[in-house]
């Protein structure tokens, strides 16, 4: 089987609603390990983004296929811990939070890079 041109490749996913969540399936397509943060009890805002019915939001199902997803607390320490250990391990680190919130939950672009240098 040819291989893929991203595998191997890690991302960690913080996105949320339809940009940055798309380019992280279109690098899952191309064979990366896409893993999806999401908080709990909230998750991304485009799953429950519904045109009707039970059904799930067209564009949450585009925005997260080929994900693993988890949920971790961003608020709390032991929930930025994990993340940072994910950010250790990856290649790649999607997010598009507003400026100042991953600092608030000292996981700013200053941290994440003592986390990980590449």
Not at 34 to 54: A, H, M, S, T, Y
């Amino acid at each position: 089987m040819t291989k893929l041109p991203l595998e191997g490749i890690i991302v960690i996913d913080f996105s949320t609603l339809i940009a940055a969540p798309l380019v992280g399936s279109l690098m899952a397509d191309f064979g990366a390990e896409v893993i999806k943060v999401e908080l709990p009890k909230v998750g991304d805002p485009q799953r429950g983004n519904q045109l009707g019915g039970n059904r799930r939001s067209p564009n949450w199902i585009v925005g997260s296929r080929n994900k693993k997803t988890i949920t971790l607390d961003l608020h709390k320490k032991e929930g930025q811990d994990i993340a940072k250990k994910l950010c250790a391990k990856a290649d790649v680190v999607l997010l598009n939070f507003r400026p100042g919130v991953l600092e608030k939950w000292n996981l700013g672009s200053e941290i994440l890079h003592q986390v990980n240098p590449e």
